[in-house]
């Protein structure tokens, strides 16, 4: 068959795709599936979480897009109250601070005691790339965009400044376009692949996140006392039920490990227990003592787990 001749069959036989359109496609690819945990109807432990360090060189809105996402990740749990960014930011400029991941165990609970928050949640992203992959045939051109990036997490307890938990996780995007003779979906840089491959890398390790989140004890303090009356710094969007059981305990002297220095943990005095009485607002609640010691201002309250029902 004559060369002209074999060209006019293989362009008829690509009619039907020259009709159709040579549309792009993209998939996600991470470590693992996530499966968030399910809602839950107990009390909401206080999280705030630092933007993530960029150890890479591929742009300084990495960190943020990080925090973001994992943001996200964790309202979907219904679990947890998250400090908003600009307050965090807020108290972070008037502690003269550093607004990323790099902050240090004992900086980052420092932090974490002033909003409140039961822990911080700090990262980085260790691991980004953007490569582009093709081939050319007589008449079809397919181009192929891979994004891929590698995040580090940590969890720090607010109120000793350990380390409780540490993951690494690594999510990869494709975005595949082609076209056929110089007509369809032409292949030219995808911003959105860097959030993609960002959100399969946080979404491989959120399900073990969250639930090292709510291995941390729920608590409260007393932010004021008016005779009997207990005014505690929880509310309704903590979820803290009218007729909850807390412990008061105070708190102590920190305790020191010996070898390392680092704080371990406070001594405490339970003093006993009190009832929730009202709700006063998204933060705030009443509550008295049912039996034991007065309280003071600043001392803790948990929740006790075999006296109220759902917790």
Same mark, same amino acid.
């Given at each position: 068959?004559?060369?002209?001749?074999?060209?006019?069959?293989?362009?008829?036989?690509?009619?039907?795709?020259?009709?159709?359109?040579? %549309?792009?496609?993209?998939?996600?690819?991470?470590?693992?599936? %996530?499966?968030?945990?399910? $809602?839950?109807?107990?009390?909401?432990?206080?999280?705030?979480?630092?933007?993530?360090?960029?150890?890479?060189?591929? #742009?300084?809105?990495?960190?943020?897009?990080?925090?973001? &996402?994992?943001?996200?990740?964790?309202?979907?749990?219904?679990?947890?109250?998250?400090?908003?960014? !600009? $307050?965090?930011?807020?108290?972070? !400029?008037?502690?003269?601070? *550093?607004?990323?991941?790099?902050? /240090?165990? /004992?900086?980052?609970?420092?932090?974490?005691?002033?909003?409140?928050?039961?822990?911080?949640?700090?990262?980085?992203?260790? =691991?980004?790339?953007?490569?582009?992959?093709?081939?050319?045939?007589?008449?079809?051109?397919?181009?192929?965009?891979?994004?891929?990036? *590698?995040?580090?997490? @940590?969890?720090?307890?607010?109120?000793?400044?350990?380390?409780?938990?540490?993951?690494?996780?690594? *999510? $990869?995007?494709?975005?595949?376009?082609?076209?056929?003779?110089?007509?369809?979906?032409?292949?030219?840089?995808? =911003?959105?692949?860097?959030?993609?491959? +960002?959100?399969?890398?946080?979404?491989?390790?959120?399900?073990? +996140?969250?639930?090292?989140?709510?291995?941390?004890?729920?608590?409260?303090?007393?932010?004021?006392? /008016?005779?009997?009356?207990?005014?505690? /710094?929880?509310?309704? @969007?903590?979820? +803290?039920?009218?007729?909850? &059981?807390?412990?008061?305990?105070?708190?102590?002297?920190? &305790?020191?490990?010996?070898?390392?220095?680092?704080?371990? #943990?406070?001594?405490?005095?339970?003093?006993?227990?009190?009832?929730?009485?009202?709700?006063?607002?998204?933060?705030?609640? !009443?509550?008295?003592?049912?039996? *034991?010691?007065? %309280?003071?201002?600043?001392?803790?309250?948990?929740?006790?787990?075999?006296?109220?029902?759902?917790?």
């Amino acid at each position: 068959m004559p060369l002209m001749n074999r060209r006019l069959v293989l362009v008829a036989a690509a009619l039907p795709f020259l009709a159709a359109g040579c %549309p792009s496609s993209s998939t996600v690819q991470h470590d693992s599936a %996530p499966v968030l945990a399910d $809602k839950i109807t107990g009390p909401r432990l206080r999280i705030a979480i630092v933007e993530f360090e960029n150890k890479t060189t591929y #742009g300084q809105r990495l960190g943020s897009a990080s925090a973001d &996402i994992l943001v996200t990740e964790l309202a979907k749990t219904d679990r947890f109250i998250l400090i908003e960014r !600009q $307050k965090l930011e807020k108290i972070m !400029q008037e502690q003269k601070l *550093g607004m990323t991941g790099v902050v /240090d165990p /004992d900086t980052a609970a420092k932090v974490g005691r002033v909003l409140g928050a039961a822990a911080i949640v700090t990262g980085a992203v260790s =691991e980004f790339g953007v490569k582009t992959e093709g081939s050319d045939a007589l008449i079809a051109e397919t181009k192929r965009q891979i994004a891929e990036a *590698g995040v580090d997490v @940590r969890i720090i307890d607010a109120e000793t400044s350990q380390i409780l938990y540490a993951e690494s996780g690594h *999510g $990869k995007a494709t975005n595949e376009t082609g076209s056929f003779l110089g007509l369809g979906s032409h292949s030219s840089y995808d =911003e959105g692949l860097e959030g993609k491959a +960002l959100r399969a890398a946080i979404t491989g390790f959120a399900n073990n +996140l969250t639930s090292r989140l709510m291995q941390i004890p729920w608590s409260c303090r007393i932010a004021d006392m /008016d005779g009997p009356t207990m005014y505690l /710094d929880a509310g309704l @969007r903590s979820r +803290l039920a009218v007729g909850t &059981i807390l412990e008061v305990v105070h708190l102590g002297a920190e &305790i020191k490990s010996p070898a390392t220095g680092l704080v371990i #943990g406070r001594k405490e005095a339970v003093l006993g227990k009190a009832r929730v009485t009202k709700s006063l607002g998204e933060d705030a609640s !009443q509550a008295s003592m049912v039996e *034991g010691n007065a %309280p003071a201002k600043g001392d803790l309250c948990r929740i006790i787990v075999g006296e109220n029902k759902g917790y």
